[in-house]
């Protein structure tokens, strides 16, 4: 068999990397090969696609969610849908309004007005263009009632609720009250005085539905009671117990952390959905 000649060989290497890993240090090589620029160029694309997913797992079940630039949080899609009731009430009224001057336009020519009472007996198609915009938004008007009966509901939210009078709760920490609870929104809470690692207690029976950490609140800690009465502490600088976990009224939870406008617990107390001031029910 004749033998390669160099240039052959050379023709041969065209196109081939050689990748070498080396400690300088001991003067020992830890890896060698050599490859074809196609097979570097899917392991380097591979290792950045890998690296991609792991980022995105990391990023989109985690907290680390929180602080991506516009992510929503529940305060932001609160006042979202708080904006879209107003706005739908405002075409509502816009409506109410188009359908009186219609039939201000109708009696000046000489038709007989619209009652909104009997339309949907009317005939649509001897309707002016405002009239039957008005009779389709008739639907929406009722859902605005509804919409206003459930932000009727919202404004009485912070009224006492008798009936978790009757349950015995524990007190999560002997303090002073330096923050009270009030009805408005990002102050449905009361703060306590407490001394870093002062030790926080569970309320009632329950479960441990959920914990967090971030900057300004430290460890958060959410406990799901019976009766759907919910409590939550946060300032916490350690925790004593995990999701899921079951707890018993007195079971040590959570430690308070440190803080820099001093050592407090923030907790919050919600009945069947409803904030509620804990003070009512709770002797702290």
Known sequence: MAQKTKP???????????????????????FETTTKGFNLAVFCLSVVLVLLFL??????????????????????RQAAMENLLK??????????????????QRIVTGQPPISID?????????????????????????RDEL??????????RHSPITRIEGMHLFTPLKGVIIHPFSPVQEERHLDVSATE????????????????????????????????LVSICRHCGKLLCQPGDKVSAGTQVAVVGAQAVGAHLHFELWYQGEAVD????IKF
């Not at 065209?14 to 020992?28: A, C, I, P, Q, S």
């Not at 649509?124 to 009722?142: E, K, Q």
């Not at 804990?278 to 029910?281: A, D, E, G, K, N």
């Open 118 to 142: 009997p339309v949907s007996t009317a005939d649509p198609t001897s309707l002016s263009d405002s009239a039957r915009a008005v009779i389709a938004a008739n639907d929406s008007l009722l």
């Open 147 to 156: 919409r206003k009966q459930q932000l009727n509901t919202e404004l009485h």
């Open 197 to 228: 690692g002062s030790i926080v207690y569970a309320i009632a029976d329950g479960t441990v539905l959920f914990t967090q950490w971030n900057d300004s609140d430290l460890y958060s800690i959410v406990i799901q009671h019976d009766s759907g």
């Open 8 to 30: 052959d060989r050379e023709k041969e290497q065209t196109g081939r990397y050689h990748v070498l890993l080396e400690d300088k240090k001991n003067d020992h090589k830890i």
């Open 87 to 104: 706005v739908d009430s405002l075409e509502n009224v816009l409506d109410t309004w188009a359908f009186q001057v219609a039939n201000i």
């Open 278 to 281: 804990p003070s009512l029910y």
């Open 55 to 76: 980022g995105f797992l990391l990023t989109a079940h985690t907290p680390l969610r929180q602080t991506i630039p516009g992510y929503p949080t529940p305060e932001t």
